[in-house]
């Protein structure tokens, strides 16, 4: 692979007016000639410098062409380059809970309400240009921004309602966690299908009526159409007022989106795990010693529940991402004033996690390849992978080699309550689940430097390193 390869951001392939690139840890991004110009008009703005200040954009300066260290190949391709500050970690939308999707969507209206109020537009509304750093949503896209042409409409409106409002609707109002349909369409939930989704008496329901069901009557009648609607609006006198009504609606409507968050099985971890006081607290100062130990710069807490563990790991670390299945859990710990700025929340299936997919599968990554932890933290998780996702305990291992080189896992024996649940109504096919059978498969990838045993020997924890 040569260095232009190796530089390229694959999630930037759909933008005619720039591309990405990562090299020698820093963040370029390329831009075309009008690119180049629309961001100089930005630059001089004051609600740009300010959008900076206040934190909601990434930051981002004009590269001098004598500083810019990219390989020739590349840098022939553009008439001039931006630089970004690092994004700690990517993440996605459809890894994102209900609270942080929402903060998204709310920042994308703000942005596009001061654009608008000062002679700009965003002409993309899309979560990915929306990233999370120290728990708070930041716009990476500054090229989004271009100047507005009078009797313009928002150009962004459909893809908004298809990417932000769409999904949050269908939380709030249908019960339907939106990940699954914002990883199944890399462009969110289309307006058809949104309208299907909704039933009659939907459309009584704010937001539905005026953003859905009228969407997509005028999508069915002017979908297939030559007539140029975008002509037809500025002869009709359309104008930025109209704009700013329709994006302070928007603002009212999201703001007042509340999901009712229910049917968790980690909710309520704290109350129901089945350790004694004492054995909770060694489990604590385990974990705590362990990160003091290993000092890694990320920590993976996988299977996080309430995040309790990713805050200990949180005061040894530079960066947690913290993992979970359950939506509920994980919107626990984003909502939750106590976590730490450095724990970045995930709904992450660890038997079905984030592929690579997209234009050549390579648009959107999986989530090892935008983060690379030292440590990694798998603490009662195990049973789950083994008996209800049905993994071989070997093959989880090996995942778990490949993934860090420093590991701290916990072995939940047959006799916990919990792994009785589990087996309660199954055939018991899981021969490989033993302490003994863990013990050997971690052996031949690491060295178990260190274990305790906890819930009066139905747990053990291990920490172990990399051969």
Known sequence: MNHAEAAVNTGSFRDRDGRVYHFQGRVFRGLSESALESFRQLQSKKFYSKLLESGKLIGTRELPAGENPLPDEVKNQWVGFLEHDPVPVISYPYEWTFSMLKAAASLQLHLVERAV???????????????????????????????????????????????????????????????????????????????????????????????????????????????????????????????????????????KLEWEASGSEWGDYTEFHNYSDEDHLRKEAFIREAVAQEKPGTVWDIGCNTGQFSRIASEGCSQVVSSDIDHVAVERVFLNPDTPKNILPLVQNVADPSPNWGWRNQERTDLQTRSKPELVLCLALIHHVVITANIPLAEFIDWLAGLTDKLVIEYVSRKDDKVKTLLRNKEDKYQDYTRESLEANLERHFIINRQQEVNNGNRTLYVCVKL
């Open 117 to 255: 109020s000062n002679g700009f537009t965003l002409k993309d509304a899309t979560p990915y240009n929306v990233q999370f750093i120290d728990r708070k949503p930041v716009f990476i896209d500054i090229p989004s921004f271009e100047p507005l042409q009078e009797g313009e409409p928002w150009s962004g409106y459909r893809q908004f309602c298809e990417m932000f409002l769409f999904p949050l609707l269908l939380q709030v109002y249908k019960g339907c966690n939106f990940q699954p349909f914002m990883r199944a369409s890399i462009d969110g939930v289309n307006v058809q299908a949104a309208a299907s989704l909704f039933g009659f008496r939907d459309r009584f329901r704010k937001g539905v009526m005026s953003h859905v069901w009228l969407q997509s009557k005028l999508d069915r009648r002017y979908g297939g159409s030559s007539e140029n609607v975008r002509s037809n609006l500025k002869s009709a006198g359309f104008n930025r007022e109209l704009i700013l009504v329709n994006v302070r609606k928007l603002q009212k409507l999201v703001s």
